[in-house]
């Protein structure tokens, strides 16, 4: 892994989710970032240059993908890697077109996720 690979940075709406993965992804050894939504990120005026990103699908207000275009017109190009517990093929859709590293379902198998960070955040964008 590079020697400083960014945060990961996970925006879920549901707190016990976002709670769990950082203590999951801590126990790896990641350095973590919490937001409760899309606005609380895009409002975030101190955003690391360098990170991935692990953002729900469905939340309120704002998608996951309509979140990461968002960044990406902000010219923040972290890698993405977009959870849901709805994986439909219009997800799946959205998601290539946005970008989107991986997509996957919850709930989240073994290293599934872990294995995918490392991944994102040894490779370029």
Do not use: W
Request: hydrophobic share 40%; net charge negative.
């Amino acid at each position: 892994m590079p020697t400083n690979p960014g945060p990961v940075i996970v925006v879920d709406d549901d707190a016990a989710v976002r709670n769990s993965l950082k203590f999951a992804l801590e126990l790896e050894g990641l350095n973590v970032r919490l937001y409760g939504s899309g606005a609380e990120l895009l409002a975030d005026t101190d955003l690391p240059p360098h990170g991935c990103l692990v953002v729900d699908y469905y939340m309120p207000a704002m998608t996951g993908v309509e979140l990461i275009d968002r960044l990406r017109g902000r010219h923040l190009d972290f890698p993405a890697i977009l959870i849901t517990a709805k994986a439909t093929q219009d997800v799946h859709e959205r998601a290539a077109r946005s970008g989107v590293r991986q997509v996957l379902e919850k709930p989240l198998e073994d290293s599934q996720l872990v294995d995918s960070i490392r991944s994102a955040l040894n490779s370029p964008c």
